[in-house]
């Protein structure tokens, strides 16, 4: 590589993180046309493989694999070389090396995109019957569980407890969420999450707000679940669904910065670390993001995507350019699709067509008079002309009219 | 694949397997001039042929289906 700037060279590109983001940071860094080492480092044995269906699908039935590309597709026609069951362990930026468990890899250029791990909670160690659920293990580990498991309480009414909650109600008998917090989804969805839980109800799934819990129960294997509150739920199988925390460890005193809540990797609106030459993407990365003027962390598959390949294009660029996007993410519930674009941080919340409870509805987000967010209900009509609307800083009056003009459509077709 | 130089490129085709689509809507998204999800979520695509212009945004869309359910195919 030959370069008249201070910019540092690009071979190799190593990628840590060999999930949604890396996997596209290194197909880009082909699509690009960079010809030199892309190396792709993951602390799991498989082939990268794709996450959403591992709380729905795939704990239904035996939907076995999500693998993205096999095996060849990945060496051969992409060239890559794949570090896998390699888990990161530190970076010295001043060798420019990635530190593993087997071994030190040297970098040209560096993309993080080590994603984030399931909280736990207390007692869960060597207790059975008591998973998270975030790896293609650890869901394979709760399908088998469902076998045999005719109570289950899942502890969290997120969108990832939610999720397991309604396949898990598919295969066993009693399914309960226990939500800590008085309005599940509240920090995703505002006080619409309230109304979203009658959905569980309709599909025979019992959901306590307000039931922080207070232990689990049960010596060797659960047996149950004790609340705050004192009451005791039977379980065969408890689920823990509370939310993630970057995986970030591993750079601990490297130099690269982190946020002092989360530790999480901070950017600047290109995905640039503070370091020269690290990257950050996906479910890891604090960015400014430019479409509404705050700095962001987002846990979606579709910014993870595309966080993955803009970080190696701007990597392997001599101008590196802004990610912006207005967030998008789904959640299936049963025959329930969930959609959420924009942001949910706003003064007016007003259900523009449908009711909750009908099974279709669309829930506009505005903040000081612009459309900031949007929420449907089983309404996959509605949902991608409102992230536009959002995107280009249109009104909620002006989004309130595009709702309205929607079914006219539809009927004049 | 010569990537920039869009006026070369061959005329394209999208096809759309309904078997792997589930209306998640990515492609109506970032091409909304060819994809759109209909009520039932279903995808119609508006339409088929992919002008040189028009292939960085397709290309995209395709690109960026979570269920890989589209392909360009050239014509």
Redesign the interface.
Known sequence: VTSETDAPPADPLVIVGASLAGLRAAEAARSEGFGGRVVLIGDEPWLPYDRPPLSKAYLESDVADTTFRDRATLTEELGLELKLGTRATGLDTAGRRVLTDDGPVEYGQLIIATGSGAKPIAGMDGRAGVFVLRTRSDAERVRDALDAAERVVVIGGGFIGSEIAAACSRRAAHVTIVEAAEVPLMRAVGPVGSALMDLHRQNGVEVLTASPVAELVGADRVTGVRLADGAHLPADLVVVGIGSAPSTAWLEGSGVALDPRDRGVLCDQSLATNVPGIWAAGDVAHWPNPAFDRVMRLENWTSAAQQGAHAARNALAREPKAYETVPYYWSDWRADRLQFVGIPDADDIQVAAGAIDSGRATVLYGARGRLVGALTLNQPRHIMKLRALIASRATTEAAGELVRSLPAKAAAR | MS?GDTTSLPLARVELDMAKCT????C??LA?DFF??????TLTVLRGDVDPADLPAVRDAVA?C?TEALRLVAE
């Open positions: 990537e209306g998640l809507g990515i109506e998204s909304p759109e999800v209909e009520d039932d979520g960026s979570p």
